[in-house]
């Protein structure tokens, strides 16, 4: 194919209506996401001073995804993506609203907060089984690559974005202004999905239980290796890389003596990088590239965390998190491209449920790991040490599945 046919392809998918539209309101939901953990961050530490409450009130967020992710991927099979969707976001403008209100008039509490932060959690236990794997669809098979990078750029751009935008509301408003830049920004994306049509897929047997089809799913991955040793290293990524991200707040304010905004720039600089390269990737990205570039940019990026542990200033903390971007890029637009592409169709959904789990449940035992350690060694010290830890955890997965090794990945046209 030509290559300035390949360079349009994302433009191609925008073109279309229905994903258009779709993709706009995973951008607006998924700003609430970046800005929350900045603005809830700052919060926390405000009020509590302890790193470790930073760490348990962001440990609700992903637990859902570890409780729900599995039973979701069913659920959506059973019945229409847009709808689920459209009923949460709906939902999650109201609560956001009730804690803006709650913040106006100084009611506010860190109680009030994890409640809101748990609710957020329910929506992105939905994000790989129902709205990924509906993208997914609205995309079509041959362009499962270009759909799921074009969505990871625009993870990266709302991750930018997101804390900046809470560090500058925190500054002048406070978090109630936060709370209505989410009301806003879910309203924005439940308004989108009611004008976005959507065929349903077909729905399982009948008869079937929801546990005979979790079972099922959980049962496929031994015997689909690339898919198994996908939900393994995001297990990992999610114990020992990405849960750094929750300790910027502490770091920029308690170490490196930052702003709110400042730090906010610092959680989003990673988020700069990984724009431009996942835009690269949803050019360019070819099926026998997928398992490569996974495991390349996980260790990438997992490298990227521990140097991150070292730098004395910000100046030093924004080049290597600047870095970190092109390795978290990578690894996040492969994640779900894998499991469209190598799981069999029947049971797709289902297995991004199984994503979805491994997300919540390596997730929070990240979260609670690194605020262990942050308390009692210091923040910087405590995500360098788990970055190392992941390291070696990936090197023994690539020792188990010889199938995941990037230098064996088949070579598909």
Request: charged share 10%; glycine share 10%.
């Amino acid at each position: 194919m030509p290559r300035r046919f390949v360079a349009a392809a994302p433009l191609r998918l925008l073109s279309r209506k229905r994903f258009r539209r779709a993709w706009t309101a995973g951008a607006l939901a998924g700003a609430v996401r970046w800005l929350e953990v900045l603005a809830v961050g700052w919060f926390i530490v405000e009020e509590t001073g302890s790193p470790m409450a930073v760490a348990l009130v962001l440990f609700l967020r992903q637990t859902p995804m570890f409780l729900l992710g599995a039973f979701a991927g069913a659920i959506s099979e059973r019945g229409d993506r847009r709808v689920i969707l459209l009923a949460a976001f709906t939902a999650m403008t109201a609560i956001m609203g009730l804690l803006a209100v709650l913040a106006f008039l100084g009611w506010l509490t860190v109680y009030h907060v994890a409640a809101g932060v748990f609710c957020s959690g329910v929506i992105w236990a939905l994000d790989f089984p129902v709205r990924r794997t509906m993208l997914g669809e609205l995309a079509g098979p041959s362009r499962f690559g270009t759909a799921m990078a074009l969505d990871s750029a625009t993870t990266n751009l709302t991750r930018m974005l997101g804390p900046l935008a809470g560090g500058a509301l925190m500054l002048t408003i406070g978090i109630s202004g936060a709370y209505l830049a989410s009301v806003a920004c879910f309203g924005g994306a439940a308004l989108l999905l009611l004008f976005t049509s959507y065929r349903r897929p077909a729905a399982p047997p009948a008869g079937r239980g929801i546990f005979v089809d979790v079972r099922d799913a959980f049962a496929y991955l031994p015997h689909a290796p690339v898919v198994l040793g996908t939900v393994l290293l995001t297990v990992m990524m999610n114990v020992f890389g990405f849960p750094y991200l929750n300790m910027i707040p502490v770091i920029g304010k308690d170490e490196l003596d930052l702003d709110a905004l400042a730090t906010g720039s610092l959680m989003s600089a990673e988020a700069a990088t990984a724009l431009a390269t996942a835009l690269v990737i949803a050019a360019l990205v070819r099926p026998r590239h997928f398992l490569r570039l996974y495991v390349v940019s996980g260790a990438a990026f997992l490298a990227c965390v521990i140097g991150f542990s070292f730098t004395p200033g910000y100046p030093e903390a924004m080049a290597v998190l600047l870095a970190s971007g092109i390795g978290f890029a990578g690894f996040s637009a492969m994640q779900g491209t894998l499991i469209l592409h190598s799981a069999a169709p029947a049971i797709r959904a289902r297995v991004m449920g199984v994503m979805t789990v491994a997300i919540g449940a390596g997730g929070p035992v990240g979260t609670l790991h690194v605020g262990f350690m942050a308390e009692h060694l210091g923040a910087q010290t405590a995500v360098g040490i788990m970055a190392a830890e992941g390291l070696a955890c990936m090197a023994l997965a690539l020792l188990a599945i010889p199938a995941l090794r990037p230098w064996r990945a088949p070579e598909t046209p």
